[in-house]
């Protein structure tokens, strides 16, 4: 079946604008992640949705990023007023929720270049 | 507090030969543990895991990984190497405690042919 889709999987934006990020999971799995990537640096978690609790939103570095999982499948990330630090390779995961020991799926990611 | 550490940057091993990725964790319950591999302009690809049970795991492609639970360490192995073998790998680490999953910085693995 089909993987993790993640759009666009190039932005260019100039600093000071607002960017939106989209994640598609696997279809079924009711757990979603966030992460960015940024060059040298593992992956840093950004926030994490489970069916219909609660956000963790821990990992969110400025309240300029936000995201919302409508219906609990299709996710946006949205940053605000774009700094050329948020510079960066945003990554979606997605995984069934059943237990803590699922394996994420990671989508091919969204490289953001902030000038 | 949880973390992974992956002390390497760069490994460099001869094709053919043997390949060891490290990992070392720290986590407050019990870990379960994650390899995974990264080729250029991609997202992650899973390779395995450790929930419990056996200490030595096998996975995708030909790898494996012993889980050490003294050492905390689950360090990736291959007993023989390829070209294609060559990429960024990542170790990943999440207790039954919360909802994270860390990873390590990423070992950039080069087979040398």
């Known amino acids: 079946g089909a993987g993790v889709s993640q759009s666009p999987s190039n932005k260019v934006t100039e600093k000071g604008k607002d960017v939106e990020l989209r994640c598609d999971p696997i279809?079924?799995?009711?757990?979603l992640y966030w992460y960015r990537q940024s060059l040298g640096q593992g992956l840093e978690f950004l926030i994490y949705f489970q069916g219909n609790s609660a956000p963790d939103k821990s990992g969110l570095p400025s309240d300029r990023f936000s995201a919302e999982r409508t219906g609990g499948s299709v996710s946006t990330l949205t940053i605000q007023r774009t700094q050329q630090e948020d510079s960066a390779v945003y990554l979606c995961?997605?995984?069934?929720?059943?237990?803590?020991?699922?394996?994420?799926?990671f989508g091919p990611g969204t490289r953001l270049l902030v000038l | 507090a949880q973390s992974v550490a992956q002390p390497e940057d760069q490994v460099n091993v001869a094709e053919g030969n043997p390949l060891t990725v490290k990992c070392t964790y720290s986590?407050?319950?019990?870990?379960?543990l994650f390899w995974y591999v990264q080729y250029p302009n991609r997202g992650l690809q899973f390779l395995l895991k450790?929930?419990?049970?056996?200490?030595l795991v096998k996975g995708s492609y030909g790898f494996e990984a012993e889980f050490n639970k003294s050492q905390t360490s689950f360090h990736l192995k291959k007993p023989s190497a390829l070209v294609s073998d060559s990429a960024l790998y990542f170790c990943?680490?999440?207790?039954?405690?919360?909802?994270?999953?860390?990873f390590g910085t990423g070992t950039s693995l080069t087979v040398i042919p």
């Open positions: 986590v407050s319950g019990n870990p379960y």
């Open positions: 279809s079924g799995h009711t757990a």
């Open positions: 990943a680490v999440r207790d039954d405690t919360g909802n994270q999953f860390y």
């Open positions: 450790y929930i419990t049970g056996d200490n």
């Open positions: 995961a997605s995984s069934s929720g059943l237990a803590r020991f699922e394996t994420q799926y």
